[in-house]
């Protein structure tokens, strides 16, 4: 921390500025200690100013470089190689790219941190000054002269004269500005004079510039210019040579007889005269510029028509060659429009130039006018740091007011290292002159000056003199000469040296001549005199004029004056005197010529007529027109000297009297009569020093009273006391123990209650300016006391007050402080302004006395205004805390005692935080604001930018954090804006400080750091990065809406309020984008005239002002009319804030996981609920792609640290959070995040690893997998108008296939910035390493599938409704996939469930509630909580094969928070048993009815329910009741039909060359599933593929079919019983069954498919041969689908004669089966008898014996029989004869069992059998014999 209270620095010494008045004239230098005012007034015009350079606070601000672009990337953007792409195309602008494309993150002050500070952000327009001023009350540094006539500054330089006739003589000019319409000179003369060359254009003798001043332009301000030559020679040449209309050229002769006279006679004649308006008629006085801002001066000569001048703009070309800035502002102006004297022209005829008395001449005078603004301070100007100050520039505006809008733009670091190109040599030269050096400047002298209501600050003390005219009574050649006497003693005694000369650094002469009026009895004169006065005078002092009269003719010597007459004017009768002043002239002069005695005896020419007219004006600084205020003076010298009476009643009366003189005199000379009445205050008697004290209130009130711009510091005073009062230059005792003794006593006089009358109000008002007295009283009594024995670069040490003065001041300070309280009470606006005076008097008094002494007087003030008070008074107390603490060296303050810190800093944070807890919502909100900008001053310092100074800064704010975290509601209670501006402060304190104070913080109690870390989400919530189009105006204000009247439109919620005037103030400027490069941005204000607030200028200002017009006008539209350089800049800090908020947020956490692994932190160590809140925090908001990389490594370590107990059970919400994210950041575009959270996926899994089981990770990723399935879009639709996968979806197919990926781990921990071995390192208290690649596999397989699954599903979407086969598919894919979970299991069940009692597809609906019981058994079994055993699964196993065998804990391990155990109940198993009962019941499967209830009553009978058992037997009678009723029906039951279907052809996707079976209800037939496939399958197809269907069930080569066409294959197969016979040739008839209903449970089909072998379509019994294929599915029907996937074919064939002994055989066994069955009771013989007749009928009755018989002609007869084998010949006839064996019993039986009425059926039967034995016996003799 520097010094900079190095006395050279402390006070800066202005000169004066180098106007052209004399110094200390010698009139002057006589003793003046004998006029002590006198000597006060040169005092005060002489010595060099004063200024203190501390009073106004200096701030070096260093803004950070750069803002990085942000990169925040959704799902679908990838900016970032967007970036690098745009990067790489313009990689020439190599600089550019290094700014954009976002070099690391990396603080260069520090690597600890991961990003910059986000106080920058958040505040990037941030401006000292700017801040500073908007404090009430705030003090503004005046400039000294500049600050008063803003006025224009003209000069002028005479650049050549030519004449048509030549120039041949030597012309002498005068210019000065005139008032044409007031007839009034406003400046004295500027003299030049052009000698001749013989060239045709001659250039002036001098190189002289006349510079003149002007208050403002106006069109009645002119140049009056005036030329003079040599007096015409009689009988010379005449000067109608100049004027006459035809070109003349002088003769050789007439030029040398010009040249030789001029040469001779000094005397000098009036020739002609021009008028140069300087401004157009049609300007506005009131801009103070003329319009144009681009050419000052251009306009003002368009209106040239009144003279025939002509104008080129000429761009100056500056001393160094190069144009100067002024370029553009001189113009070179051809004067042609000369005018040529006649006799006596007077004022009239300047007035009128239209009146034709003069004749042109015929020359040109060329001069080059320059404008400049307000030229008066041009070397103070330039305040201190070089930028320009108080438009003193014409730069269309002030260059400082925005410090080129300090705008830091996007790339370079903006103003601070590229707009501000105005060095300082640059600009002084500008200023002070653009060409040609300062020396040549002649300041002509301002006669406005001494008009004007300012005060005088320089010394200027002469009397010009204007000789009118003379009066003669014949024609004579006139001229007079003019000398200042002292006296008129001694007539021959020589003249005073008073007289200014017109040529430049000449002394002061004695006298001065006129010029000659040729031939005049009238003269008129044009001169002007200049005569400087002596300090005083006497009455004896006056001006001698001579009238003289001269030949204008050579005799033998040059010509020789003859005195006319003399006149007389003394000094003191006639100085004051403003009019016309007339004269006698007297014949000769005669000692005491001007005693009245003297005057009656004289001789006068004319009878003693005044003659002689003339005029006076007096221009003095130091002789004081006014009577009351020469009276003070006297009176004030009679004291000084002690001349007067002790009591000095005289001067009591002068200083009273001083009340009423006129304002004009009392501001002219306000600086000397303040001296003076200070001095009586420091060192007069009590009574004089009341009445100076109360004389000077009076006067200080009424020059604030004059103030123009209502200021609360009235500029003049202002001067006074920063530059002008330098309290006596120490030659006198200091004034402030007087001044505050004096004031100290009228101060207690009022507490005690004494009337003072109204002057006490007054002093108050006033207060400032005594208080700002007595501390530069002070403080120069400080560096005069140390001035010259301090070494140097020492700092001036503190002095230390009297201890009689302090107690004065200490007193004086109490009473305004009550005054103060007591006047905020009532509401008085002089209380806040006072109340502001007293925080600079301890800001200033900080400088200079010791801090102790100051911390009295504030302490003094916080006892006053302690705790919670009044709105008002809160209000002062914030703003005389926010004054102090801008001191420069607020942070180095000490503590009261030496052991404390920052004694002001512990009570600002305290009073802030009351601010936030104040009713009031500007309190709340200022409290917030000066906590940010006090912040920021530090933060910007650059002063304070080492790592300790920084440190230091925070630990003195820390504990501001402690109090917001121990009152919480306080900052609950703020509204967003103002939560935002506390949460910028703690983070920007916690950045700075150093670990252990931090961990403070997070060691007192759990709950203390709970809310530490609510603090750090709110920091993430209210900087999250919104996307322009998600942002909503308005904060959350809990305080419900305020309205803020008239407030700045709000551009931006997450950035400081100051933001918003910036924009407003920048939208109403006009953008220029410069050519140069290096500029950045530069903001330039259109011309005033045109930008008025009320008026909007451009479009896009009218549309912001419609905007915020409109209540609640929305962030977004104010944006939008914002210019897109300004709206690009917005987004730019918006996104820097909230990526610099979430890396320091990261940073702290970061700290606090490392704090919390060495548990010497107070927190919940079961949950470490912080870290886990925070990290969730985190994931939940959109974060910047800088953030993503600087976070993973700090999850990978927390995860190492703390792995245990982030992965236990109670932390199970927050895994599933984290999973969520993972996966969800696993979708994204851009690769940096996608490869990211696959690592952060890794690091899950190997925590899982160690501290948890795999399943329960699998069963989280599973669970968070279908909750982004819902978020994500995983499908989108093609141009067809079908869907296909999402890039998304693809994305996450790819991300977890990484994840399992041993070959890219490596690669893919270094992208991301992780050591290689990551995954590998072993956490602490761990030996082995449990790293699995397999385990990884598998969790990645699992997540996959359901992935898949989730896709296949939504790429339903429209085939759902018509395919409902698809749809159950898709359904059963769901729970199988998510198996791993069973609340997803059963909820996908379920849905499968639904979906089949729509389709009334009962057996399968039935299926799923069996699985959903069985997924719940299983767990139940596992946990041992049940009422069923291992045993029960099985049994329902039987029922439904995909209930699983296995008990794993998988089920337990799935209970995840919100998922798990609730459901898994017996009661829920119960009521889905009972569902898949009614289902089944439904479908008629009743032996499934009958064992799922006998897995329900366990249930009740563990219960005792009764009741409910009583219903379950009842039930099962039913049940049973019913599958009797089935089994006796002599038609067998079938409970469905069974289809084989074949897809071929591309068009069918995942289904093509699958074959399926398909289980559809009983009354379906082959025609209606052809039918029903056809229309789903045909909606599929395009104009390019059609649908075939194959006809047969042969079997198909698929390459064998034409290509692109589709093709289905349906045909009708059987069901394959467990114990089946499949080789067996014999037919399967089931209607010949006699077989029991088994449990209906098949998994292999078989279907017969008749062929021949010749070729031939159709054949006899001996070709007809016979395929059967047997086809095995991949699971068991009835299914929880309606179709399963065929997984194996085989075939068998059978030869024709095999075929007919199958026939045979068949029959055979049937007739067997029905004769062997037993029956229950012989009454019950009805369905057998039936069943018998049935069978009997079809075998052996005459009409059916073609079946058996046409075998025996096929096969025995002729040709075919000697085919046959043997071996098949004989199995042929062994059949035959068992057959009718068979045949010949069951007839028997048949007998015994009919009655009355089938006696003629028996019969027929008989015949039957006997016919056909007869027929058989053909073919095989042995028949008979058998039978």
Aim: net charge negative; hydrophobic share 40%; proline share 5%.
């Amino acid at each position: 921390m520097e010094n900079n209270n190095n006395l050279s620095l402390r006070f800066r010494k202005i000169p004066r500025q180098p106007l052209s008045l004399p110094k200390l004239e010698p009139l002057l230098d006589g003793n003046l200690e004998q006029w002590p005012h006198l000597n006060q007034l040169v005092q005060c015009y002489g010595t060099e100013w004063i200024k203190d350079a501390n009073k106004y606070g200096h701030y070096e601000t260093t803004r950070p470089d750069t803002f990085q672009t942000q990169i925040f990337e959704g799902p679908d953007t990838d900016t970032e190689t967007e970036f690098h792409l745009a990067s790489a195309r313009s990689a020439t602008l190599d600089e550019d790219v290094a700014s954009v494309s976002g070099t690391p993150f990396t603080d260069s002050g520090s690597p600890k941190h991961f990003g910059l500070p986000p106080l920058p952000a958040y505040e990037p327009a941030f401006d000292w000054e700017n801040e500073r001023s908007m404090i009430f009350g705030q003090r503004t540094p005046e400039s000294p002269a500049a600050s008063y006539s803003s006025g224009l500054k003209i000069s002028v330089r005479v650049l050549s004269l030519a004449f048509q006739s030549g120039l041949v003589e030597p012309f002498y000019g005068s210019i000065s500005l005139y008032n044409q319409e007031r007839k009034e000179k406003l400046s004295e003369d500027f003299y030049f004079h052009i000698s001749p060359t013989e060239m045709q254009d001659a250039k002036p003798s001098s190189e002289n510039r006349g510079v003149f001043y002007l208050d403002a332009p106006s069109a009645s301000v002119c140049l009056l210019i005036q030329l003079e030559k040599t007096a015409t020679e009689e009988g010379g040449v005449t000067t109608s040579v100049y004027s006459r209309k035809e070109p003349v050229h002088l003769t050789e002769r007439e030029k040398q007889k010009l040249q030789v006279w001029s040469r001779i006679m000094p005397y000098r004649e009036s020739f002609a005269w021009a008028v140069v308006p300087l401004f157009d008629n049609n300007i506005t006085t009131n801009t103070g510029e003329s319009a144009s801002p681009s050419s000052p001066l251009t306009p003002s000569m368009t209106a040239a028509s009144s003279h025939d001048g002509v104008f080129e703009p000429m761009a100056k070309i500056t001393s160094d060659g190069k144009q100067g800035s002024s370029g553009g502002s001189s113009v070179v102006v051809e004067i042609s429009n000369l005018n040529k004297v006649k006799e006596n022209y007077s004022e009239e005829s300047i007035q009128d130039p239209k009146r034709k008395v003069h004749k042109p001449v015929k020359g040109v005078l060329r001069l080059e006018i320059e404008k400049h603004r307000n030229g008066h301070g041009d070397v103070e100007d330039l305040s201190e740091n070089g930028s320009i100050r108080n438009e003193s520039l014409d730069l269309t505006d002030r260059l400082g007011d925005l410090t080129l809008m300090k705008c830091p733009s996007a790339g370079s670091g903006g103003p601070h290292n590229s707009g501000s190109k105005w060095s300082t040599e640059d600009v002084s030269k500008n200023l002070t002159s653009s060409s040609g050096n300062v020396d040549n400047c002649y300041y002509a002298f301002d006669f406005c000056s001494t008009t004007r209501n300012e005060p005088f600050l320089h010394l200027f003390h002469c009397l010009y003199v204007y000789p009118v005219a003379v009066t003669l009574s014949r024609k004579r050649n006139p001229f007079i000469r003019v000398e200042l006497r002292k006296d008129d003693t001694d007539v021959r005694k020589q003249p005073l040296e008073a007289i200014y000369p017109r040529e430049p650094g000449v002394s002061l002469q004695k006298w001065a001549h006129t010029q000659v009026a040729v031939g005049a009895r009238a003269a008129s004169y044009h001169d002007e005199i200049k005569v400087s006065l002596p300090a005083t005078w006497t009455p004896s002092h006056h001006l001698l004029f001579t009238f003289f009269h001269v030949d204008l003719q050579t005799k033998l010597e040059a010509p020789r004056p003859v005195v006319i007459g003399y006149a007389s004017l003394p000094l003191s009768t006639y100085i004051h005197s403003r009019s016309d002043i007339s004269l006698p002239v007297m014949r000769e002069l005669v000692p005491h010529y001007l005693q009245e005695t003297t005057k009656e005896r004289l001789d006068y020419l004319e009878d003693g007529k005044s003659i002689f007219k003339l005029r006076l004006r007096l221009c003095s600084s130091l002789y004081p027109t006014n009577e009351r205020v020469r009276d003070f003076c006297l009176e004030y010298d009679r004291h000084t000297l002690r001349t007067s009476p002790p009591w000095g009643s005289e001067l009591l009366q002068a200083i009273n009297s001083l009340k009423h003189v006129d304002s004009t005199a009392l501001l002219q000379f306000l600086y000397p009569i303040l001296n003076m009445l200070l001095h009586l205050i420091g060192n007069g008697g009590e009574t004089l020093q009341v009445a100076a004290f109360r004389a000077m209130v009076d006067i200080l009130t009424r020059v604030q009273q004059v103030s123009f711009d209502d200021a609360d510091r009235n500029r003049f005073l202002v001067t006074y006391v920063d530059y002008s009062f330098d309290d006596f230059g120490g030659n006198q005792p200091p004034v402030y123990p007087g001044l505050s003794t004096v004031w100290g006593s009228l101060a207690r006089s009022k507490a005690k209650g004494y009337r003072v009358g109204p002057v006490y109000d007054d002093v108050l008002s006033m207060a400032w300016f005594f208080l700002e007295l007595i501390v530069k009283s002070m403080a120069l009594e400080q560096a005069r006391l140390f001035d010259h024995n301090l070494p140097s670069g020492e700092d001036v040490p503190p002095m230390q007050l009297k201890e009689s003065v302090f107690r004065c001041i200490m007193q004086l300070f109490d009473c305004l402080l009550t005054e103060v309280h007591e006047r905020c009470k009532k509401g008085l606006s002089l209380a806040k302004r006072l109340n502001s005076s007293l925080a600079f008097f301890c800001y200033d008094l900080l400088y200079i006395i010791e801090p102790c002494q100051v911390y009295e007087l504030v302490s003094l003030y916080m006892d006053k205004f302690s705790g919670v008070c009044q709105s008002i008074l809160h209000e002062c107390k914030l703003t005389f805390l926010q004054i102090i603490s801008d001191h420069d060296l607020f942070v180095e303050m000490p503590g009261r005692d030496p052991s404390d810190r920052n004694y002001l800093s512990s009570i600002l944070i305290q009073e802030l935080f009351l601010s936030l807890d104040h009713d009031e919502l500007p309190l709340r909100t200022k409290g917030a604001r000066i906590l940010v900008i006090l912040l920021c001053k530090h933060e910007f310092d650059a002063r304070y930018q080492k790592a300790e100074d920084k440190l230091y800064i925070a630990q003195l704010y820390f504990p501001f954090v402690g109090q917001i975290l121990d009152e919480m509601p306080v900052f609950y209670n703020l509204n967003a804006t103002e939560k935002r501006e506390v949460l910028i402060g703690v983070l920007q304190i916690v950045r700075n400080l150093d670990d252990t104070s931090l961990v403070k913080a997070w060691q007192q109690s759990i709950a203390r750091t709970r809310l530490y870390f609510k603090l750090m989400e709110e920091c993430l919530i209210l900087f999250e990065h919104k996307k322009a189009a998600d942002s909503i105006l308005g904060g959350n204000n809990s305080r419900g809406p305020v309205s803020e009247g008239t407030g700045s439109p709000k551009y931006s919620e997450r950035l400081s309020p100051a933001i918003n005037n910036y924009l407003s103030e920048a939208s109403r400027q006009e953008v220029r984008l410069e050519g140069t490069p290096d500029n950045g941005y530069l903001w330039q204000r259109v011309n005033s005239q045109l930008a008025s607030p009320s008026q909007p200028y451009s479009l896009r200002e009218a549309l912001a002002q419609a905007q915020s017009s409109r209540i609640g006008a929305s962030a977004q539209a104010l944006r939008e009319s914002l210019h897109p350089i300004l709206r690009q800049k917005l987004e730019l800090w918006e996104e820097n804030v909230s990526a610099t908020v979430s890396l320091q947020v990261l940073e702290i956490t970061e700290k606090f996981s490392s704090m919390a692994a060495s548990h010497n932190i107070a927190t919940d160590y079961g949950k470490l609920d912080c870290i886990t809140t925070i990290l969730t925090s985190f994931f939940s908001r959109n974060q910047s792609l800088a953030f993503w990389k600087a976070f993973f490594p700090i999850f990978n370590r927390i995860f190492d640290l703390h792995g245990a107990t982030l992965m236990a059970r109670e932390n199970d919400r927050f895994l599933k959070q984290i999973a969520f994210h993972l996966l969800r950041l696993a979708v994204y575009r851009n690769d940096s995040v996608r490869k990211r959270a696959v690592i952060g996926l890794q690091i899950l899994v190997k925590s899982s690893l160690y501290f948890m089981q795999t399943a329960r990770l699998r069963a989280l990723l599973t669970i968070t997998l279908s909750e982004l399935m819902s978020d994500v879009q995983v499908t989108h639709m093609k141009t067809d108008n079908t869907l296909e996968e999402s890039g998304e979806a693809r994305r996450l197919q790819l991300s977890l296939s990484e994840m399992a990926d041993e070959a890219k781990s490596v690669t893919l921990l270094r992208e991301c910035g992780l050591p290689d071995d990551t995954l590998l390192v072993i956490p602490g208290k761990f030996t082995e390493n449990r790293w699995s690649w397999a385990q990884v596999k598998q969790l990645s397989d699992s997540l996959v599938l359901a992935l898949d699954a989730s896709l296949g599903h939504a790429l339903l979407g429209s085939v759902m409704a018509m395919d409902r086969y698809a749809a159950a598919e898709s359904f059963y894919k769901l729970g199988m996939a998510f198996a791993p979970v069973p609340d997803l299991h059963i909820m996908w069940l379920l849905h499968l469930c639904d979906a089949h009692q729509e389709m009334q597809s009962w057996a399968e609906a039935a299926q799923c509630a069996v699985a959903v019981a069985g997924v719940i058994m299983q767990a139940l079994v596992a946990r041992n909580d049940g009422v069923w055993s291992k045993d029960h699964v099985s049994a329902l196993r039987k029922i439904c094969p995909m209930v699983s065998g296995e008990f794993t804990t998988e089920a337990s391990a799935a209970e995840v928070e919100g998922y798990g155990a609730s459901k898994l109940t017996v009661d829920s198993a119960v009521k889905y048993l009972q569902l898949a009962n009614k289902l089944f019941s439904q479908a008629e499967l009743y032996h499934f009815c009958a064992s799922i209830l006998e897995l329900v009553i366990p249930v009740y009978k563990s219960r005792k329910a009764y009741g409910q058992l009583a219903k379950c037997h009842t039930l099962l009678t039913n049940i049973y009741e019913s599958i009797l009723d089935q089994e006796s029906n002599p038609i067998p039951f079938i409970d469905a039909t069974y289809y084989r279907v074949g897809f071929y052809g591309e068009k069918f996707g995942k289904l093509d060359r699958k074959e399926y079976v398909y289980r559809e209800p009983r009354d379906v037939r082959l025609g209606d599933i052809m039918e029903k496939l056809s229309h789903i399958y045909e909606s599929r197809m395009d104009s390019n593929h059609i649908l075939h269907i194959i006809p047969d069930s042969r079997q198909v080569k698929a390459e064998e079919l034409q290509a692109g066409a589709c093709y289905l294959q349906i045909t009708a197969v059987d069901a394959v019983m467990e114990d089946e016979d499949l080789g067996s040739r014999r037919e399967r008839i089931f209607s010949l069954s006699t077989g029991s209903v088994r449990a209906r449970v098949f998994d292999r089909f078989l279907f017969d498919t008749p062929f021949t072998k010749n070729g031939k379509t159709q054949g006899g019994l001996e070709d007809q041969w016979k395929r059967r294929t047997v086809l095995q599915t991949e699971g068991s029907f009835p299914a929880l689908v309606n179709r399963v996937l065929v997984t194996k074919s085989e075939s068998l064939e059978f030869s024709p004669v095999e075929n007919a002994i199958g026939m045979i055989e068949t029959r055979t066994t049937a007739l067997r089966n029905e004769l062997e069955e037993p029956r229950s009771s012989d009454g019950d013989h009805l369905p057998r008898l039936q069943s018998l007749q049935r069978i009997l009928q079809g075998s052996v009755a005459v009409q059916v014996n073609s079946g058996v018989l046409s075998v025996c002609t096929a096969f025995l007869s002729g040709e075919p029989a000697t085919r046959l084998r043997s071996q098949e010949l004989q199995q042929l006839i062994a059949a035959l004869l068992e057959f009718m064996a068979v045949c010949k019993r069951a007839i028997r039986v048949h007998f015994r069992l009919i009655g009355e009425e089938d006696q003629e059926f028996h019969t027929q039967l008989v015949n039957g059998f006997q016919s056909l034995t007869a027929e058989l016996s053909h073919y095989i003799p042995a028949i008979l014999s058998e039978l």
